[in-house]
């Protein structure tokens, strides 16, 4: 598994290949899900398929593939209801954990980190069974997720220096472009080491 300086270096260089149009897709994604998420409605039906759609760019674009704005709507309300319900139930069992204690649900949270991105990486993988395989392929990684998130603290500093301007032109799409490398590698890391199948991601 690449470590995780590798996975930012092809995270920074496939980003800055695509820069504008990666920009292009993190303002629209950020737009609507903020615009979305002030009502109830619109954070239950709308967010959830832009989740799964932006994630599905942010894929692309860390393989080194060409990234196509649209296809964050036509993957995300493609299989519309399986998507609403694989992150409705996510965010509702890291609810719950978090009600424990914070603990247990930043755990869970990190448990659940591939979630989405299966959602986005496969055709006909249930909403429960993306929970399912998320836990099983971060099983021994959950360290690993964690790290990466804290290794972009000092870009969220100088994001918060500029009032948030270089989060829209460089620090978010870097940011979800990295991450979409992890959810890449750690899933590569799980079928090599037949934590997962081919067949359960088919």
């Not at 009502?39 to 692309?60: C, D, H, Q, R």
């Not at 709507?73 to 914070?102: A, D, E, P």
């Not at 949270?109 to 069974?129: E, G, I, N």
């Not at 009032?163 to 940011?175: E, V």
């Amino acid at each position: 598994m690449k470590l995780r300086s590798e996975i930012k270096q092809q995270a920074k260089k496939n980003f800055a290949a695509q820069y504008w149009i990666s920009v292009g897709a993190f303002v629209l994604y950020m737009l609507i899900v903020s615009f979305a998420s002030e009502m109830l409605v619109g954070a239950i039906f709308l967010v959830p398929p832009m989740i799964v759609g932006y994630y599905s760019f942010t894929l692309k674009v860390y393989r080194g593939e060409q990234g196509d704005i649209g296809d964050m709507f036509s993957v995300g309300f493609s299989n519309y209801w399986r998507n609403v319900g694989g992150i409705l139930w996510m965010q509702l069992f890291t609810f719950l954990w978090t009600l424990l204690f914070i603990v247990p649900g930043l755990i869970k949270a990190l448990a659940y980190f591939m979630t989405p991105y299966l959602l986005a990486d496969t055709k006909d993988v249930r909403p429960t069974q993306a929970l399912k395989l998320s836990m099983r392929m971060t099983k021994g990684h959950k360290g690993k997720i964690f790290v990466t998130y804290l290794s972009f603290i000092g870009w969220a500093i100088l994001t918060a220096l500029t009032f948030g301007i270089l989060a829209i032109f460089y620090t978010g799409p870097y940011f979800e472009t990295s991450l979409a490398g992890l959810y890449s590698e750690l899933k590569q890391n799980a079928l090599d080491n037949g934590v997962v199948t081919e067949q359960e991601l088919a």
